[in-house]
């Protein structure tokens, strides 16, 4: 069973930075691209970035783009998200999520597994 955990989400202020960390286990996720996904209140999850399995290719939001950074360390089994110079509407709940698939894809339904999520709080 493969399992997500969030974690680095907080409270910050505009301009600032934030790292957002996703610990993966189970044997799947050694050969899955995985993503990040935020869901603000009273709004749609929608993606944000993601990386393939051997974390060469990289996609991101148009509003991501620029300023947040998706990196992976397989051998840690460890997703990243950078997130520089943060803005209020970048306020939401992080999820990380990987799926059974070593391509990348910008789609939420193309990925099996689900992180419970992380809040991030960006002040202005």
């Known amino acids: 069973q493969v399992q997500l955990v969030e974690s680095g989400g907080g409270l910050v202020q505009a301009g600032g930075s934030l790292r957002l960390s996703c610990a993966a286990s189970?044997?799947?996720?050694?050969?899955?691209?995985m993503g990040w996904f935020r869901q603000a209140p009273g709004k749609e999850r929608e993606f944000v970035a993601a990386?393939?399995?051997?974390?060469?290719?990289?996609y991101y939001a148009d509003s991501a783009k620029g300023r947040f950074t998706i990196s992976r360390d397989n051998a840690k089994n460890t997703l990243y998200l950078q997130m520089n110079s943060p803005k209020p509407e970048d306020t939401a709940v992080y999820y990380c999520?990987?799926?059974?698939?070593?391509?990348?894809?910008?789609?939420?339904?193309?990925?099996?597994?689900w992180g419970r999520g992380t809040q991030v709080t960006v002040s202005s």
């Open positions: 999520a990987a799926r059974t698939g070593a391509n990348a894809r910008i789609n939420s339904g193309a990925y099996n597994y």
């Open positions: 189970g044997r799947t996720v050694s050969s899955s691209a």
């Open positions: 990386i393939n399995w051997a974390g060469d290719n990289t």
